[in-house]
């Protein structure tokens, strides 16, 4: 069974930084794309970031271009998603998805499969 747990979230100064982790059963590599996903109360979940395992590749939102990035460990099964001048449009619970398949539209959270349970993220004064 996939489980994909997140971890990292916390409350945080505006300007300030977290990282969130994914821990993946299994690895990395198993999974041809990991994302990132945030869903703000009120709001649609939307893509923050992926990567594909096969090429190494990211992709961001452009809302966080510049400001997250993420990566795996090599030699293991976690994805982090560093998050830095964080502000409070960013706020929510991210979820890491992860999906076997190849997808065209790598923020597209419908085209994954497995999902963690969420940590919340909540920037704040």
């Known amino acids: 069974q996939v489980q994909l747990v997140e971890s990292g979230g916390g409350l945080v100064q505006p300007g300030g930084s977290l990282r969130l982790s994914c821990a993946a059963s299994?690895?990395?590599?198993?999974?041809?794309?990991i994302g990132w996903f945030r869903q703000a109360p009120g709001k649609v979940r939307e893509g923050v970031s992926a990567?594909?395992?096969?090429?190494?590749?990211?992709y961001y939102a452009d809302s966080v271009k510049g400001r997250f990035t993420i990566s795996r460990d090599n030699t293991g099964n976690m994805v982090y998603l560093q998050m830095n001048n964080l502000n409070a449009a960013v706020s929510g619970v991210y979820y890491c998805?992860?999906?076997?398949?190849?997808?065209?539209?790598?923020?597209?959270?419908?085209?994954?499969?497995?999902w963690g349970q969420g940590t919340q993220v909540t920037i704040a004064s």
């Open positions: 998805a992860a999906t076997r398949a190849w997808i065209a539209r790598k923020l597209e959270g419908a085209l994954y499969d497995y």
């Open positions: 299994g690895i990395i590599n198993e999974y041809h794309h």
């Open positions: 990567f594909d395992t096969s090429n190494d590749s990211t």
